[in-house]
């Protein structure tokens, strides 16, 4: 998938580039990106969006029109020549480590850590955010419909009501890592070989005077995978039609009204007539909670396209999530880094994440604890190093590969934290060593100035 | 700005224009684009998005390995060679109408209209949705964050927190034309020939050992635009170091805490210490909820930078429209064409809407009649023909005359729309002809089969 350039970035990470050129153009920063806290209703989180992250880490350039750009800018008219040649010659020549696309984490864990020179690892921040954070919350509600829709297939309908075309292919791509079947954007299934499906709207029965006319036509030119809209006009009668328009309907689609009272029926009608093999797909504004009411009523769904609710995770449509510089190195030796405020501490070091399992295979707690400490026996460390001098560490795993990945991974989320509403906390805590430079550097931050309160 | 070409669409489009070109390849269909109801809050849209609809509209293109893709999908196996020849020449042939950008507009009202053969008419509909309602969705949110700041100016902060980059780019570009300042992503500013804006970020200050040096440094790069982050560690203790450390700061940010509070004794420190050249920035979470409270309670605040409210329109991140069939033209004549379900009417044939004023200047009532309706002596028709033939009939406005556009536009809302909640209900009625022109289509449907109740 083609990027944006390394001008899709905000102005403050150039102004602070050119500072750090200026005044410290041999020091290696690392920054970790985590999110904050979990949105409402949410017990864990499915990540995505890391090998466009890693793509765009190791291709990013800055164009010669664009750095003429930037020397037009009345902010950049005090800042020496140089830096645009810098700019034009950038290259990441950093060291990244990441979590595996697919993995379950949670708040606080760094899921991607960036060590590079200043300027470098500061131009990522505005994308590596957008990135990671848009396509992680797609990949965790796409994960909570399935859920819902217990093995019935779920298939994503979102495009028209995605935050623009390219955020369509990513929540796309995003879905399908969480869960779903295949998406209805062909470009998205093209781009990312992932399946594609679709059935006909509204537009292609008016187009005809009559319903028969409209589902005869279908048919004919889609002979092996006819799924016809019923509701355009009355959806009994369409379901009835559907079954005397052709031998070969493969299933109907219910997309408005009470869709639980209206699968029932349709099932009635096509097994009364004799069709148990049609299928019954229905969408219209689904989201895991109304998914999950009609399972509970036992609606005789074989399908759902999810659309709005998935795509945009409607009711959690952001994540907050961070770029924190936690370490300086630099001919003086190595800094740690904390930000101290009222409720957001930025613990200091680049870190590493340790899970440990439960008995049963399920998740039992995540230690937070210094890069260099040992995992322990029965630990898994979930950082590893993905980018190494600016170049990938090996080839990104198949889409494919990744949803199989994620499949297993929420399979070790445990019954708790899987609730539609309501999910309980996981338990994440800091190590020993952590919490002692924590402290450490506290002590040091208090010698020299009064932390926020 | 590139658009994704004409694979970024659903495959039901395809499979649908697959049939239109077996059955009906001389039949026209007029496409409507509008929005069905209102999100919450909101008592009025803003349009946004609709250059870089023409743009798609007026060079989409299949690109021969899209065709061969396409070719070896299962579903497209039993249609006919010709279609994928056809694909392969496909342009735009016919002509759009719609609002400019910018125009004040309500839930019924059609923005764009679509006139083609039906197969090019509605492969359009899920690249011309997503790019519509995500910019006016965000425009319209722009325009009540800047009423909330009251001539305050605010400035777009939100690129990491857009759902992804391209996303990021669009906000930017929305959020302008709704009315805000500046943005901070540099891509937009170069695309879109905006203002782009910047101040320093927390990693910047921690980067040094102490704050005084980081402030120090910012100066001495950016002597004439130096905005300083001041709540790294203490925010009254920051405000107190930025004033000793550089006669030519122009400003302060506050980012964290109790922004009111902070800024009145930010405030305080700055003017007894001889600054009151000094501005503030506020930034955190920022929506016009909170800037309308900071601004009943006197904060002395001078410029808001808003981000992830805003961008994402938190509060109703999607906006209900649809893109649906009003009339098909054939060697047959004309049909027109409805769909009647509950609550979800659309109105038969090409529309015009027309608008009419108070005597104060502010919005009286639209009306939406039939095309061929003279809009009357007072009133202001407001769909125009934008594309003729495939062909745009004049230049695109600059941005910047769409957003003073827009000003004007948005200084029609009379104050009971204009509610950050609780707004009233504007009056949009159809025309007598309209009505009519629905009952005769009803009762014809009626006579060929009950509509959907």
């Given at each position: ?116 020179p200043l300027a470098e690892a500061q131009i990522l921040e ?328």
């Open positions: 998938m083609p990027h944006h350039g390394a001008l899709l970035t905000d102005l403050y990470e150039l102004t602070m580039a050119a500072g750090y050129q200026r005044f410290k153009p041999e020091t290696q920063g690392t920054f970790e990106l985590f999110v904050r806290a979990l949105p409402k209703q949410r017990g864990y989180l499915v990540l995505a969006g890391i090998e466009q992250a890693l793509d765009y880490i190791t291709s990013f350039r800055f164009k010669p029109e664009e750095l003429d750009y930037l020397r037009q800018q009345p902010i950049f008219s005090r800042v020496e020549p140089e830096f645009f040649d810098y700019l034009a010659e950038m290259r990441f020549t950093g060291d990244v480590w990441a979590m595996q696309e697919g993995t379950i984490f949670f708040p606080g864990e760094p899921v991607l850590q960036v060590q590079a505005t994308y590596l955010l957008s990135m990671i954070t848009f396509q992680s919350m797609v990949a965790t509600k796409a994960s909570r419909v399935v859920m819902a829709a217990r093995k019935r297939p779920v298939v994503d309908f979102g495009s028209r009501r995605a935050h623009g075309p390219e955020a369509a292919l990513l929540a796309a791509r995003a879905s399908y890592i969480g869960g779903v079947q295949a998406t209805s954007n062909v470009l998205a299934g093209k781009t990312f070989e992932m399946p594609i499906t679709g059935t006909c709207a509204h537009s292609w029965v008016q187009s005809f005077d009559t319903e028969e006319e409209a589902f005869r036509a279908f048919n004919d030119v889609f002979p092996d995978h006819s799924i016809l809209l019923i509701d355009t006009y009355d959806t009994l009668e369409g379901a009835r039609l559907a079954i005397r328009t052709g031998k070969n309907v493969k299933g109907v689609r219910i997309d408005s009204g009470d869709l639980s009272r209206l699968a029932k029926k349709v099932r009635q009608i096509l097994d009364s007539e004799g069709r148990p093999d049609i299928q019954i797909v229905a969408s219209s504004d689904l989201d895991e909670y109304k998914i999950d009411d009609m399972v509970r009523e036992g609606a005789p769904i074989d399908m759902f396209g999810v659309g709005t609710e998935m795509v945009t995770s409607a009711d959690a449509p952001s994540l907050g999530a961070v770029y924190k510089l936690v370490q300086t190195e630099s001919a003086e030796g190595v800094r740690l880094k904390i930000k101290l405020s009222r409720n957001k501490v930025t613990y200091p070091g680049r870190k590493q994440v340790v899970r440990r399992y439960g008995t049963s295979g399920t998740l039992y707690q995540d230690v937070i604890g210094c890069a260099e400490e040992a995992p322990g026996r029965d630990g898994r460390a979930l950082l590893e190093k993905v980018v190494e001098n600016g170049e990938l560490t090996r080839p990104h795993p198949e889409l494919s590969a990744v949803r199989s990945y994620a499949d297993k991974e929420i399979a070790t989320v445990p019954d708790r934290l899987r609730k539609l509403r309501g999910s309980q906390e996981y338990q994440v805590v800091y190590s020993a060593l952590l919490e002692q430079r924590l402290r450490e550097e506290r002590r040091r931050s208090h010698h020299e100035r009064d932390p926020q309160d």
